[in-house]
Nanobody, 127 residues
Framework: QVQLVESGGGLVQTGGSLRLSCATS????????MAWARQAPGKEREFVAA?????????YYADSVKGRFTISRDNVKNTLYLQMNSLKPEDTAVYYC???????????????????WGQGTQVTVSS
């Protein structure tokens, strides 16, 4: 049974930092490209960042988070991370991790391609 479990969310002030984790089990983590997405109240879920299964230096970011967020993965711990710095109130959302087997190229920026999703962790940034 595949499980993705996010953690690390919380309440932080504008300009603060948080590190999200996504612990996975039941899948061959090394063969999955991984992503973070977020959904704010009343809005559609949107892509945040992705990292390729082929090479963890192959990463993609939404323009809104580029330069502030960093996605990374640990193929020994089967865990995905999202380091979020310089947080803004507009970053407030539920953050989800997702997995896509053998996802490649910029296709991994498309949320429709992801097979497995976690339950999400709330991030709230106060002004």
């Amino acid at each position: 049974q595949v499980q993705l479990v996010e953690s690390g969310g919380g309440l932080v002030q504008t300009g603060g930092s948080l590190r999200l984790s996504c612990a996975t089990s039941g899948l061959s983590f090394r063969t999955y490209s991984m992503a973070w997405a977020r959904q704010a109240p009343g809005k559609e879920r949107e892509f945040v960042a992705a990292v390729s299964y082929m090479d963890d230096s192959i990463t993609y970011y939404a323009d809104s988070v580029k330069g502030r967020f960093t996605i990374s993965r640990d193929n020994v711990k089967n865990t995905l991370y999202l380091q979020m710095n310089s947080l803004k109130p507009e970053d407030t959302a539920v953050y989800y991790c997702a997995a896509q087997r053998y996802g490649y190229g910029d296709y991994i920026t498309r949320l429709s391609g992801y097979e497995y999703w976690g339950q999400g962790t709330q991030v709230t940034v106060s002004s």
